[in-house]
């Protein structure tokens, strides 16, 4: 049986980590979609698709599920009721799709796909927007990722570029001419 497990992943964290442990109990193999794929270099959207989808495997080579997974990035089509045949169309087939997203839930439910909702860990502190959060105020983000993934946003300067998408054209911190 193979299950899809679909985010955003901006950045992939230890909540995701943990999510995809459990969904390894129930499946033998998982697609991992990287949705909004081609969203990147904005405040929620830091990380292009390719980061992205080199942090996810980057933090899988690190575990026991590397050979069970499959990871493939997937533009948004703005067209909700074509949504489900659009996924279908671009990543390899599945069985069984988790995920907590009520649109998400909404529409595979009703093209008559199982649909299971995965137990959120640690929502509070494992949260893409609380660990961007940190990253701009110069906290203490690091642990809440795979040790992976942090040297992965180290390397490509992430934290560097999440500060300045952030940055108005009006913000006094902002560079000017």
């Not at 590397?66 to 599945?94: A, G």
Request: glycine share 8%.
């Amino acid at each position: 049986m193979r299950g899809l497990y679909i985010g955003r992943f901006q950045p992939y964290h230890l909540g995701h980590q943990a999510v995809l442990k459990k969904i390894a109990e129930e499946v033998e193999e998982i697609v991992i979609v990287i949705g909004s794929a081609q969203e990147s270099h904005a405040p929620d959207n830091p990380f292009t698709g390719g980061e992205r989808v080199e942090m996810i495997y980057a933090a899988l080579s690190e575990s026991d599920m590397r050979e069970r997974c499959v990871v493939t990035p997937l533009q948004d089509i703005k067209r909700n009721s074509v949504w489900v045949s659009h996924l279908q169309s671009m990543v390899p087939s599945f069985d069984v799709v988790y995920s907590n997203n009520p649109l998400v839930v909404q529409l595979i439910s009703e093209a008559g796909i199982q649909i299971r909702k995965p137990p959120m860990y640690q929502r509070d502190l494992y949260s893409g927007t609380a660990i961007r959060k940190l990253m701009r105020e110069n906290g203490d983000w690091a642990g809440l990722v795979p040790a992976a993934v942090a040297r992965f946003i180290e390397e490509k300067g992430g934290v560097e570029r999440l500060i300045s998408v952030s940055k108005s054209d009006s913000d006094p911190a902002g560079d000017s001419f």
